[in-house]
């Protein structure tokens, strides 16, 4: 009995969590699959009806809204979060005397949660409180800056607020990145009278592919399934002007009691991730094997 134990101790140990992932994942998972193809509205039903639940998703101008946005935010907030995390790891591997605390206050937004940031942003945006009232208080009366209300620019208030929390992580990858360079090669090209802004663009920054790889997963994930941000921030308004997928399958679930709807809003959601997850995955396990 103690040789059992002793060798059955590790499964054992892990089997409860292995079953608690088992249902409330991956089973919960091929629950939302299966409702996503049913008739299910306020109450789930489960007799299989093809993919009437997609077609009116699709034919939805709020998902259209929605999945637009998810486009644009991913867009802009990747692309800014990765060249602005690039460019302040840049300065911060220059050895400058203050880099601990420089890299704490950048760091400190990541701290933070997705509801006290959008609650932070809102704030600073909002007409009357927040930035247009301070610079039409010193002494700019015609100052406007209506983004959070104005819903053609709402969706960039999230953008904004987005990358103020994460770019000071994907410093830190990056930081990370330039520390691991060989510093003999960096030398050998400052020998040869190679700039340093070559040598950043040509041996240093092309070195770090699998960092920005890993930054551009990270990130892709984090705008695939903003939320709180949004709910805090913009409330999916003016209108649902800044909806994306998360907030449109919430409000689906939770406000218009459209279950299957909103399950079919999470599948493309999941679609979406696997789309960039696997390719990510495929490529590390290629590399590994190879």
Do not use: C
């Amino acid at each position: 009995m103690t040789k059992w134990l002793e060798e059955n101790t590790p499964k054992l140990v892990l089997a409860p969590s292995f079953v608690a992932i088992l249902v409330f994942v991956y089973g919960f998972i091929a629950w939302t699959a299966w409702v996503s193809l049913t008739r299910s509205r306020l109450l789930p039903k489960y007799e299989i009806k093809g993919f009437i639940q997609y077609e009116r998703l699709f034919d939805s101008p709020r998902w259209d809204t929605a999945f637009s946005n998810l486009f644009v935010f991913g867009f802009l907030f990747i692309a800014i979060a990765m060249i602005l995390g690039l460019v302040l790891a840049i300065l911060l591997d220059q050895n400058i005397r203050t880099e601990g605390a420089i890299r704490t206050i950048y760091l400190y937004p990541m701290a933070l949660s997705m509801i006290v940031t959008g609650t932070a942003w809102k704030w600073i945006l909002n007409p009357g409180l927040g930035l247009e009232a301070l610079v039409r208080g010193w002494g700019f009366p015609d100052f406007t800056f209506d983004w959070l209300v104005n819903p053609d620019m709402a969706i960039y208030t999230i953008v904004i607020a987005a990358i103020w929390q994460s770019s000071g992580f994907v410093m830190a990858l990056f930081l990370a990145g330039l520390r691991s360079v060989d510093q003999e090669i960096i030398k050998a090209a400052q020998v040869d009278g190679i700039p340093t802004w070559r040598v950043y663009t040509a041996i240093i920054i092309p070195s770090m592919a699998p960092i920005f790889l890993s930054a551009f997963i990270v990130l892709s994930h984090l705008a695939i399934k903003s939320f709180d941000l949004v709910i805090a921030l913009t409330g999916g308004g003016p209108g649902y002007a800044t909806d994306l997928p998360a907030t449109y399958m919430y409000a689906m679930a939770f406000s218009r009691g459209d279950i299957g709807q909103a399950a079919s809003s999470a599948m493309i959601m999941m679609m979406v991730v696997f789309a960039i997850v696997v390719p990510y995955l495929y490529s590390e396990l290629r590399s590994k094997n190879g």
